[in-house]
């Protein structure tokens, strides 16, 4: 775990696959405005890589670190994985946080996203090429370019390599997970934003789960896709402090 700054916390939880350093441009951001920690999820980056756990370990997981740190209620950002982990907490222990922001959600499934996709990509006999040339179309905008993306990699690059096996652990930790049916357990404020070029969780997804909670806002963001905070920035940025300005 790491953290900086003073204030009212503010955790920010990664995408599947990825470490404590993917959320590094939102930690960086808010670093000077608030008390801001990141950390590496169960069989990610520098974390204890078991054979098998669930979401819901992730969910006790963030539970016992708010608890052990005496992290207050804080405000929880999640990305993708993050998200999931966020609004499940939520849904299991409804007055652990104060607010909620959601980047590239949905609102259950039967794998992870990126998995469908690989799975997809098999059935129609897509080479490793064309199946990395889907994936990068499905992640980001049209309009990024190989090379900010390149660089982008490079900064949130994990300092932990995974293997096959735990890749194949954290993939089985996303299989059929629902967000929907426990949805209306959440009833503190929550912003839901999704890339409108996001081909992984697509905004109808977020919009489906912004819909299911009592007290959720829901945005499209502009010339972004899966990973809005690092396409758009500027606009990711405005909406969060608005919201958590103003509710």
């Known amino acids: 775990m790491k953290e900086a700054g ?36 169960r069989g990610h980056g520098e974390s204890d890589k078991p054979k098998s756990f669930t979401l819901d370990d992730h969910v006790d997981d963030l539970a016992e670190i708010i608890a052990n740190y005496n992290l207050g209620k804080p405000i929880v950002v999640g990305f993708s994985m993050g998200s999931y982990i966020a609004l499940k907490t939520a849904e299991k222990y409804p007055n652990l946080f104060s607010k909620i922001v959601l980047i590239g959600t949905k609102g259950g ?32 905008a049209p309009q990024t370019t190989a090379e900010k993306i390149a660089s982008f990699d490079k900064k949130i690059a994990s300092k932990a390599v995974l293997t096959g096996t735990q890749q194949a652990a954290i993939t ?14 959440v009833t503190i404020p929550v912003l839901v934003l999704t890339g409108e070029y996001d081909g992984l969780n697509q905004p109808v997804e977020g919009k489906k789960v912004a819909d299911a909670l009592p007290n959720a806002r829901f945005e499209t963001i502009p010339n972004a896709g899966h990973i809005a905070f690092f396409e758009n920035p500027t606009k990711v940025y405005a909406l969060i402090d608005t919201f958590v300005r103003n509710n």
């Open 6 to 41: 003073s204030g009212q916390t503010m955790i920010f939880l990664h995408g599947r696959g990825y470490s404590k350093e993917n959320m590094d441009p939102m930690f960086e951001h808010y670093r000077d405005a608030y008390h801001v920690v990141s950390y590496d999820a």
């Open 172 to 185: 089985n930790s996303l299989q059929d997970f629902d967000l929907i049916t426990d949805a209306n357990k």
């Open 109 to 140: 499934g039967t794998t992870s996203s990126t998995e469908k996709v690989a799975k997809e990509g098999q059935l129609n006999g897509l080479s490793k090429a064309q199946m990395a040339q889907t994936m990068m179309q499905k992640i980001f």
